[in-house]
Each structure stands twice: as C-alpha cells, then as structure tokens.
C-alpha cells in the first residue's frame, strides 16, 4: 500500500509539473509574438519614413497610439501613398521558435469482448415504433417496450404491480397511498389516467394486489394478515367486488391459503381461478364464480401448507397450468389440470432434473406451454411442454446462452420467440424455429445518466403477444 501511495505521489506531481510547463510555455510564446509584432510595426515605419523622396505620406493621427508598460507605441493610420516605380524591399517576418511541451501519452481501454450471437435476418424496424410487446419496471419507472427492442414510452410511476387490459391498450397499476392500494388505469392512446379501484387497509389486513377482470365487471384483490414475511403475508384471502358496489366484497376464502396474487381470471370473465387450504391443511387449487358461487375443488394434493402462485389459463380456458411454492416461497413443481378437475397431471423433465418453479406461457393454439424452469445442480432453461403429455419437446439450457445465464424471460409476439436477459444489461432473443440468438435491448441505453440500470422488477408481457398503440381508440 505504502509503494502504491507514493507511486501515486509522484505520479501527481509528474501531472502537476507537466501543467506548470505548458503553462510557462504558453506563456512565453505570447511574450514573443507581441514582441515580434511590434519589432515589425517599427521596421515598417521606418521605412516608409526614409523614402519620403519617392513617396508622399500622409501624417500619422496623433489620436491613435498603443500603450504598453513601457513605451508609447503609435498606431499606424490608414495612409494615402503615392509610389513611384521603385520596389520597396519587404523583410520577412521571423518568429522566434517556442519550445513545446511533451504532450502526455494517452491511453486507449482495451476494448472488451462482445457477445457473438449468430446473425439472423430481421425486417429493419422503424425509428419510433408504436408496437408494443412486453413492460418492463424497474424502481419508480415503467418502460414499453416494442419487437426490435425500441421504447414506445416511459413512465415514471411508483407501483407495485403491473397489468395490462386484455386488448393491450391500457395499463392497470397498483400502487399505494396512505394505507390503501389503488388500482390505477393508464390510456396508452390518450395518456389519460384514473383510479379505477381504491381498497382500504382494514384492522390488521393489509389490502394488495386489486385485478380488473376481464369483462371488466369484476375487481379481486387480496387481504394479507398474521405475520408479516419476507415472502408475503403469513395468511392470504381473495376477495371480489363489483366495480359498481366496492364495499360489498365476497369472500372467496377463508382459510389464508390464497397465492400472493390472489388468482387469475379465466379469458373471458366468468371465473376465478385460487388456491386456498382445506380442512387438513394442504393446498389446493379451486374454481369458482366471482362472487363465490359454483365453488369446484380442482386438485386433492397432499401437499401442506403450498399455495399456487403462479396459475395460467389456456386461450380458450379448458385448461390450467399452476405452479406450488411452499410457505418458504421455494417451488414445488408444475401441473396441468382441465377447468372441470379431470385429468391433473404433474409435469415431469426428459433430463431427470426436478422442477423447482417457473413462469408459464401458453401458446396463442393452446397446443403447447413454455415453463422457464430452475433445476437440479442450479440448471436453468426453458422447456416447451405438449400439454396433453405433459413432457417436453424442446430444451434451451442457460449454458447456451452469450455468457451463461438466462432470467426475467417473457414471449414476443408468441412462444416460438422467448426473450430473455442475461442477468447482467442486456436481453437477447432465442428464435425455436432455427435455434438462433440475437440481441434484443441494451439496458443500459435505458438509462443513459447513470450509465448501468438499476434492479429489473417486473417483465409483463402484451396479452396475445403485441398490440398496436396507434390502432388503440381513445377513452
């Protein structure tokens, strides 16, 4: 430490010294062309004075002098002269050479190794697009993102939650204020914002997570109660509403089994689909109307104390993909169920690795679902599922991706292209048909001022793949 500390001295001192001389040398320089200058402007004069025989001058203005610390300087006019044919001799101007500084060597960075994806043909994208395809949120800041990558728009927001409306023309935003969480919804056409639901905290219950259905009759959101959790609360309840009467809630559990999200709505409004504990404790995934009735216990698991956090309809709502996590948040596996109960299968892995959790997308057919999933011996990858088998057909391990690692994956446009980042600044896309990688978006073009983005909290993805933001009417 202590050769480092005076390396640095000297090196300082070097810099120091280095700034003296240049400055001396700048210095001396514009001595020597004053100087210079006015060498000239006498030897000038001078000779115009001594051939007064061949010319005629006019007198100098005594009005115009040059005063310097020293000397009283004239200035010459603007003469009138009359020459005959006799050359007058000129004397070339020399200026004394200045001694210059040795310029500091400079340093170039060695550049660092880019990513190398194999090149893949695309369409070249338009400069502004108004195509969007996924939402990204990060601290107190919302991004819309397009196909190739470019921003449609940025919103800066605190929130807690993000949702889309299920054309993908409005933004659903929870946030809270003042010990209530509020239901924002956010025009993407006209800009306009509105609270569309505003629940109070009550007692001990901690109001979270309101949802518009997406008849938009409808709004669930969940009470969290007991201890509070890293994870979540201890015990959460689903609760519904009508738009039109909030303070009349139904109350579909009862049990503090629900996920952390509460549930999800079926495509076309007319269930809710949750998890909740039943009379031994286990978890278990249940269907019902939204105020409570036509209750339908889907699964009978074994499984105790697990919620289903992550639940997926199929397009045409036939069926249901969910993930269980335990009440340390640590997954437990994927299953795949009808929405009448029959048929619930465990999804198992070609490769023997054990599912630990997943986000899950179902293509726009319904045929096939893609799991991102975490495994044994920290394998992670994204797997794409024949639903009626439930086995997979098709594996994208992290170790093929630029540097490794694949996380906050999302579809674009449909689950034959998944995005993904490499938990770093950058997001690629991997293309199914032909196995390829391109890079998609540079966080870090983001945001410019900082220079690095800050922790990635949400990764939304469009409802049926993009929407067109300039074709959205205005509300």
């Not at 519904?240 to 303070?247: F, G, I, M, Q, Y």
Request: aromatic residues 12%; contains cysteine; negative net charge.
């Amino acid at each position: 430490m202590a050769k480092t500390l005076a390396d640095q001295k000297v090196a300082m001192e070097r810099t120091v010294k280095h700034k003296n001389d240049v400055n001396r040398s700048n210095k001396i320089y514009r001595q020597t062309q004053a100087k210079s200058g006015f060498f000239v402007l006498v030897v000038c004069t001078f000779l115009l004075c001594s051939c007064s025989t061949a010319k005629t001058v006019e007198p100098i203005s005594p009005s115009l002098t040059f005063t310097s610390s020293a000397t009283t300087w004239p200035i010459l006019a603007s003469p009138s002269i009359t020459t005959t044919n006799t050359p007058v001799p000129t004397i070339p101007r020399t200026n004394t050479p200045v001694a210059t500084a040795t310029p500091s060597p400079t340093f170039s960075p060695t550049p660092k190794p880019t990513d190398t994806v194999t090149p893949r043909p695309t369409a070249t994208p338009t400069p502004a697009t108004t195509q969007v395809v996924v939402a990204l949120g990060y601290p107190g800041v919302i991004f819309l993102v397009g196909s190739t990558g470019d921003v449609f728009k940025r919103i800066d927001i605190g929130y807690d939650y993000i949702q889309w409306s299920p054309d993908g023309c409005q933004l659903r935003i929870t946030t809270r204020r003042d010990q209530k969480s509020i239901l924002l919804n956010l025009d993407l056409a006209s800009g306009v914002q509105h609270d569309l639901f505003v629940v109070s905290d009550t007692g001990d219950e901690d109001a979270m997570y309101p949802q518009l259905s997406p008849d938009g009759k409808w709004i669930s959101y969940v009470v969290g109660y007991g201890e509070d959790r890293y994870t979540g609360w201890e015990f959460q309840d689903v609760r519904v509403v009508v738009v039109d009467e909030p303070a009349r809630p139904f109350h579909l559990t009862e049990r503090g089994g629900a996920g952390v999200y509460g549930g999800a709505w079926s495509p076309d409004g007319q269930w809710l689909a949750y998890s909740d504990y039943d009379q031994d404790g286990n978890g278990q995934l249940y269907l019902s109307k939204p105020d409570g009735s036509d209750r339908r216990q889907l699964t009978h698991l074994v499984m105790s104390k697990i919620t289903m956090d992550v639940i997926e309809w199929s397009p045409d709502g036939q069926r249901l993909a969910f993930t269980a996590y335990d009440q340390d948040d640590i997954p437990q596996g994927i299953w795949i169920v009808h929405s009448d109960g029959n048929d619930l299968r465990e999804i198992t892995l070609s490769d023997g690795n054990s599912i630990w959790g997943a986000p899950l997308w179902w293509s726009a057919d319904g045929r096939t679902f893609v799991a991102f999933v975490s495994g044994d011996e920290s394998v992670e990858g994204l797997y794409w599922f024949d639903p009626d088998t439930g086995k997979p057909y098709h594996v994208f391990y992290d170790s093929k991706s630029p540097n490794g690692h694949i996380s906050f994956c999302f579809p674009i446009s449909d689950v034959q292209t998944i995005a993904f980042s490499d938990a770093e600044t950058k997001f690629y896309t991997y293309h199914l048909t032909d196995g390829t990688i391109d890079l998609w978006l540079d966080e870090t073009k983001l945001f410019p001022e900082e220079g690095w983005p800050p922790m990635l909290w949400q990764v939304v993805p469009v409802p049926g793949g993009a929407v067109d933001i300039s074709q959205c009417p205005s509300k």
